[in-house]
């Protein structure tokens, strides 16, 4: 009986041998050649699934994609049925940063994605399709989150939008050495609760950086806090 081949397995493993040699030599060295030998075959066998190197490079690039998307929904059930929109934006927002190796092996691929982008028309095109596609997630949140009053309605949803994706141009300090991860996890945090502020949703503009409360004891100290809520004068 014929061994049957798993094709998509394959070109995973094509995936990652071209994140590890973007991450340990540098896009300069993003060969075929090179992938295929840090993927253990011969070029030809690569070549079998990958055509040209563009397409090698689009789909490791998707792969990676994934893997955010994976990582950001495993998240997600961690933080439980209902989870406040902060704590999914936080979430989102430190799954862009390389703040640890598959996150790191990601984004260093998503910057390679980048440079080819500015020279190849088509990769361009899909580069700039996936980035739409991410900001409009981001921006649904944000929406929704504005919709169910936990955040002003008197702030532009894009705008705020804009600004959150700007967080994650705290990769090249990380990744630099400039400033640590707790640095940029810090700085999100005070953006998020400036963010959540100005809501009534309680108790999220006293939290100022530190760590946030499960959603659970969050929901029970509003509880505890309602009568006194109820007594005190309405803030804008």
Known sequence: ??????????????????????EQRGVTQLTMRVVAQEAGMSLGQLQHYFASRTAMLSFAMDFASEQTSVRVHQGLEK?????????????TLAEMLPLHADARATSRMSAAYVLEALHDEAVHEQARRGLV???ALVEQLVRQAIADGHIDSGLDPATETNLLLALTGFTSLIELDVIEPQDA???????????????????????????????????EAQQEREPELRRAPPTR
């Open 1 to 22: 009986m014929p061994k049957q081949v798993d094709h998509r397995g394959r070109r995973e493993a094509i995936a990652r041998a071209l994140w590890r040699v973007v």
């Open 79 to 91: 933080l439980g049925d209902r989870p406040h929109p902060r704590d999914v934006l936080r979430l």
């Open 133 to 135: 596609q991410g900001r």
């Open 185 to 219: 996890l810090a700085a999100i945090d005070v953006h998020l609760d400036r963010l959540f502020r100005s809501t009534s949703d309680g108790l999220i503009g006293k939290l100022g950086t530190a760590r946030r409360e499960p959603a659970v004891h969050r929901i």
